[in-house]
């Protein structure tokens, strides 16, 4: 089973700074197959990036991804309010375990 | 606009069963592999279960292995998951999730339900 470990957990930063977190996978994947999402308190899970850099229909372009191997990056250039949630990576591509990362945390300072 | 909505969840005594629907509309429902997920309160998702489009070919998680059942009913556009045997660590919102349209994850999701499973 691939492991999926985020960090930090908690990050606290102010409207219009720079978010980066961090997703490392226990074993190489391929790029294809890892995802992020956005998840606010009572709301499905949103899927931000998939194949590492590629951003869902409608996902601002504030919002990127990069990464290989088995180390991945979300960046958020310029923070808005509506961006402090909870974010989660994923692992799709290694069946049957669609496997998510424990999530980070980005609250505001 | 594609749309799932889940349905089904409640309180039910540990030991106890529950179906769980989840109609879609808005895409071909047909064409379009399901999934499963589940979260439990103050946790990440956990995969569950999939389904490929004709129901022949399906999946589970080993946590839930031959205690859940995943099917589908595609001329109602609905899918299903029945859960029997249901314990404290089955408490969770279940939602159903595809991929509809990209290339990669899951990009449509429902609203979730809430199976509690409790005395």
């Known amino acids: 089973e691939i492991v999926l470990t985020q960090s930090p957990g908690t990050l606290s930063l102010s409207p219009g700074e720079r978010a980066t977190l961090s997703c490392r996978a226990s074993q190489s994947i391929s790029s294809t197959y890892l995802g992020w999402y956005q998840q606010k308190p009572g709301q499905a899970p949103r899927l931000l990036i998939y194949g590492a850099s590629s951003r869902a229909t409608g996902i601002p372009d504030r919002f990127s991804g990069s990464g290989s191997g088995t180390d991945f990056t979300l960046t958020i250039s310029r923070l808005e309010s509506e961006d402090f949630a909870v974010y989660y990576c994923q692992q799709y591509g290694y069946s049957p375990m669609y496997t998510f990362g424990q999530g980070t945390k980005l609250e505001i300072k | 606009e594609v749309q799932l909505v889940e349905s089904g969840g409640g309180l039910v005594q540990p030991g106890g069963s529950l179906r769980l629907s989840c109609a879609a509309s808005g895409f071909t429902f047909s064409r379009s592999w399901i999934h499963w997920f589940r979260q439990a309160p103050g946790k990440g998702p956990v995969w569950v279960s999939r389904i490929n489009t004709d129901g022949s070919d399906t999946s589970y998680a080993d946590s839930v292995k031959g205690r859940f059942t995943i099917s589908r009913d595609n001329a109602k556009n609905t899918l299903y998951l029945q859960m029997n045997s249901l314990g404290a660590e089955d408490t969770a919102v279940y939602y159903c999730?595809?991929?509809?349209?990209?290339?990669?994850?899951?990009?449509?999701w429902g609203q979730g339900t809430l199976v509690t499973v409790s005395s």
């Open positions: 999730a595809g991929r509809i349209a990209v290339a990669g994850g899951f990009d449509s």
